[in-house]
């Protein structure tokens, strides 16, 4: 099974004033994608440090996912109620305790050994999201042909980063963020209502 790093991350409010002109619903939403990226940034500090293990970072990704599916089907409609705010969080709740427990059960791994696998299962994993984004449908030409040059920038910057035999955490670091945002946006493409004709 593919590791699934994904960071969930929209772009916050520039202007402070902005934050109190939003509605009840587009604070949740903030304070969500916050948290939610707050805790993906836990999960990848556990993964690099060694604190999470390949099947404890699977299964917390997992959870990730879902939670943001929550969150994608409560927006749906164009905002969030409280009900939905409410069940979104206490899931993000079990979730702050699943990674405190997972990366405080004095299970390790040797780092050094899976980074590179890391990276490559995910690049693999966004690739066949990408693919599987054309066969259904999900994706236009355009979107693919965008979504596949992210793809390779990351590999160039992977191929870049192994040139001297090692990647770096810095270089890794690097690395998974772009995987981050190339995750987002294949997500948003593929949930986006535009479909291949």
Do not use: F
């Amino acid at each position: 099974m593919n590791i699934k790093l994904t960071i969930i991350a929209l772009a916050m409010t520039a202007l402070p004033g902005a934050a109190l002109a939003q509605s009840p619903g587009d604070r949740a939403g903030t304070r969500i994608d916050q948290r939610q990226t707050e805790q993906q940034r836990r999960i990848n500090q556990g993964v690099q440090s060694g604190d999470l293990t390949r099947g404890e970072a699977i299964n917390l990704q997992r959870d990730q996912e879902r939670i943001q599916r929550m969150e994608d089907r409560a927006r749906a409609d164009g905002k969030i109620t409280r009900q939905e705010s409410r069940a979104i969080e206490q899931a993000q709740d079990r979730q702050s305790q699943n990674i405190r427990n997972e990366r405080h059960d004095q299970q390790r791994v040797n780092t050094q050994q899976t980074t590179g696998a890391r990276i490559d299962q995910r690049q693999t994993h966004q690739q066949q999201r990408i693919d599987q984004g054309v066969k259904s449908g999900d994706l236009t030409q355009r979107e693919a042909a965008r979504l596949q040059e992210n793809q390779t920038r990351i590999q160039r910057m992977e191929d870049k980063a192994r040139a001297d035999g090692r990647i770096t955490p810095e270089e890794a670091r690097r690395m998974e963020l772009a995987q981050d945002r190339q995750n987002k946006a294949i997500a948003r493409e593929r949930n986006d209502n535009q479909r291949a004709r």
